[in-house]
């Protein structure tokens, strides 16, 4: 970390106590991420590091969702995690035809959460460091009219944009269907610029060779062109982290 990040992290731990709470649990890559998302201002990264604080006691006060907590959106199969990328970036696919759109948002919510941190928590080497980022697939492959959820593909990219910042590397969207086109451009008027520019709309042969080529056969699963199984998000089991 240059001399510049590390004043700008030491203003932002010293903003976060004006703002009558503590940076002390979190390390400087932690930080960082809240300072590059609000480019760089110790100030205004301090005001986000507070919300997400606020928001993670609120949705999340035990610190992590349990399974059973989001049973119903967890038995629709519609969320795998692989392995990880060339880049060392864990990899979630979501079967968006396995998806209907939720009667329980609160769970929803909650199931967001659980994917994002379990997805997360695969690339942790014994403990978390705290810059770790994901790779998102979104299959758009057989979806009908009835798995369209605008609200909840705004409310995944909303909740990686305020409380997971910069944990995004990139956002592949493969097999859009044409009637698809019209939803996207209205959930893209939610999204930051720079969310916007981490997403890869995957549309010829071409673009599919490189999607393979950048997360690497060992990750993917056969039906992507790769060489893995497909494994669902709660078969997978974790290592305990150290803390």
Known sequence: MDESSEIAVTQLRKSVQKLGSSTEEHGDPTLMRFLIARSMDPDKAAKMFVQWQKWR??????GFI???????????????LQGLSKEGYP??????????????????????????????????????IGNEKLIAVLDLKQIAYKNIDPRGLITGFQFLQSYYPERLAKCFLLDMPWFFVSVWRMVSHFLEKATLEKIVIVSNENEMREF???????????????????????????TPVDR
């Open 91 to 128: 990899v979630m696919i979501v079967k968006s035809s396995n998806h209907l759109p939720s009667k329980d948002q609160l769970q929803f919510k909650k199931f967001v959460v659980h994917l994002l941190d379990k997805t997360i928590a695969s690339s942790f080497k014994g403990s978390e």
């Open 66 to 80: 349990p399974d059973s907590e989001v049973q119903d959106e967890l038995e629709a199969r519609k969320v795998y």
């Open 212 to 238: 393979i080529g950048e997360i690497g056969e060992a990750a993917l699963p056969e039906e992507y062109g790769g060489q893995a199984e497909l494994v669902a998000l709660q078969d997978v089991v974790l």
């Open 57 to 62: 006691a609120a949705l999340v006060p035990s």
